[in-house]
């Protein structure tokens, strides 16, 4: 299973952009999936969550400008990101908590998309 990241990007304050996130494999069945980010010199945070029926979470930051989807048929989970903000700059990873395969139930990361917001 791979989990693929695209989307990142340089964007200005106020701007949005579009995060995706790819699973791949033998699947049968994905469970909870989030967003995580990095920042230069700090731990990782959540930044969204979504499970697999649509009940979504988000951390107090991005709420209101941040919105996570997902395409079950597709195996496919977004991020929109809307009214950027410098703080919003890091690496963002996708996770997914639990994906059934016909080796058993496991937790996976991507390699995460770089997102830049920058004048």
């Known amino acids: 299973v791979q989990l693929a990241e695209s989307g990142g990007g340089l964007v200005q304050p106020g701007g949005s952009l579009r995060l995706s996130c790819v699973a791949s494999?033998?699947?049968?069945?994905?469970?909870?999936m989030g967003w995580y980010r990095q920042a230069p010199g700090k731990q990782r945070d959540l930044v969204a969550t979504?499970?697999?029926?649509?009940?979504?979470n988000y951390a107090d930051s991005v709420k209101g400008r941040f919105t996570i989807s997902r395409d079950n048929a597709k195996n496919t989970m977004y991020l929109q990101m809307n009214s950027l903000r410098p703080e919003d700059t890091a690496v963002y990873y996708c996770?997914?908590?639990?994906?059934?395969?016909?080796?058993?139930?496991?937790?996976?990361w991507g390699q995460g998309t770089q997102v830049t917001v920058s004048s």
């Open positions: 996770h997914a908590q639990g994906i059934l395969t016909s080796a058993g139930l496991n937790a996976y």
């Open positions: 494999g033998n699947i049968f069945r994905i469970y909870a």
């Open positions: 979504i499970t697999s029926d649509g009940n979504t």
